[in-house]
């Protein structure tokens, strides 16, 4: 940001967490996915019931982002807005204290903006964690079951010298 001022940090601000919110949900969205379709798979009787939960899941995070796309929209706009009724005032003494208003702020509205990109960083970097979990556990699945037929066959053993 090289032309700084409150409206221009301010909308990045919004813009920025945003982008955090959805990102957000699209990782919760892909979490809980994976938890859904694991479920499936360990109870084939529940099929409908994931599928059914599944559907909701899709539904639901896309309203989620529906709405933070109409307040992110709805801030950007009044941000705006107010910038432009601002930016009309003619008077000496209002121009001069919008501009002290704003060197006093600045500073403070730039460690937000700081802030808002670090949030954002955060929650891409909690996307990637989630999405490489998901092929983590994909590739450890096959393993994952035989470790679990081995626990049962010697729980089985063990229950048989015990009768």
């Given at each position: 940001?090289?032309a700084?001022?409150?409206?221009?940090?301010?909308?990045?601000?919004v813009?920025?967490?945003h982008e955090?919110g959805?990102?957000?949900?699209?990782?919760?969205?892909?979490g809980?996915?994976?938890?859904?379709?694991?479920?499936?798979?360990?109870?084939g009787?529940?099929q409908?019931?994931?599928?059914?939960?599944?559907?909701?899941?899709?539904?639901?995070?896309?309203?989620?982002v529906?709405?933070?796309?109409?307040?992110?929209?709805a801030?950007?706009?009044?941000i705006?807005?107010?910038?432009?009724?601002?930016a009309?005032?003619e008077?000496?003494?209002?121009?001069?204290?919008?501009?002290?208003f704003?060197?006093?702020n600045?500073?403070?509205a730039?460690?937000?903006?700081?802030?808002?990109?670090?949030?954002a960083?955060?929650?891409?970097?909690?996307?990637?964690r989630?999405?490489?979990?998901e092929e983590?556990?994909?590739?450890q699945?096959?393993a994952?079951?035989?470790?679990?037929?081995?626990?049962a066959?010697?729980?089985?053993?063990a229950?048989?010298k015990a009768a």
């Amino acid at each position: 940001m090289s032309a700084q001022n409150l409206s221009s940090v301010a909308v990045h601000v919004v813009g920025q967490y945003h982008e955090a919110g959805k990102t957000l949900v699209g990782a919760w969205r892909t979490g809980a996915r994976r938890l859904l379709d694991g479920a499936a798979s360990r109870y084939g009787q529940m099929q409908k019931v994931t599928e059914f939960l599944a559907n909701r899941l899709d539904i639901d995070t896309g309203r989620v982002v529906e709405v933070l796309d109409r307040m992110a929209e709805a801030g950007t706009k009044g941000i705006e807005a107010v910038a432009g009724r601002a930016a009309r005032i003619e008077s000496p003494i209002a121009t001069s204290l919008m501009s002290t208003f704003s060197a006093i702020n600045l500073p403070i509205a730039n460690v937000h903006a700081q802030i808002a990109d670090k949030i954002a960083e955060g929650a891409k970097t909690l996307e990637t964690r989630v999405a490489n979990a998901e092929e983590a556990a994909a590739e450890q699945a096959p393993a994952a079951k035989s470790g679990a037929v081995a626990v049962a066959k010697t729980a089985r053993r063990a229950s048989r010298k015990a009768a």
